[in-house]
């Protein structure tokens, strides 16, 4: 497994507010898609920890571009410190052909659906910079910053780096959090 890392914050602003904070700091669009996850969980490790199922979960991963689809099984594994905060985290992904046979499969394996996510994707990058805008269920407004950009002229050293980006073109951000667990929301929305 591959180990990455990432910091992932909730946005305190419109989309279209975003957008121009942007565009006025000369990131443009680099890339649009779609993200569909189910995460499906076993039966036997439904808990009240969320973050302890999340880490439990397979994600039958559907990826739509303009002029591609992809489907996988997908794995992601997170470590936390005391905090709530990611210290470590990767994944592992596996093709498929058809998400209803591998939901089918999953299903007759003993796991179900735990929650579903719809995940809209948007590159930017400017020259030095490089952020995924994400809007999830059509209710959060999430970017992420990832440490190996594809767009912008470098790769960040570290987690401090990461968050300087957000003070650095004043992007409003909710509650100072760098490690926003989307998934999480998600589950605590779904299960109130």
Known sequence: MEFEKEITVEVDTSLEDLIKILKENHFELKEKF???DIYMIHKSEKENDYLAMLNKCV???EVIEKDE?????TYKYKEYNENKEITKQGKIN???DDIEYAQMLLEKLNFEELISIKDHMSVYANKTDELAIQCVNGK?????VETKCSYAEKNYESIEE??????KYAIPIKDNNYFVKKA???????YR
């Open 59 to 61: 994600l039958i991963r």
């Open 140 to 144: 959060h407004v999430y970017i992420e």
């Open 162 to 167: 990461m968050e300087k980006v957000f003070s």
């Open 69 to 73: 689809e992809r489907k996988m099984l």
């Open 34 to 36: 779609d993200l569909n």
């Open 184 to 190: 999480e929301i998600e589950l605590q929305e779904t």
């Open 94 to 96: 596996c093709g498929i």
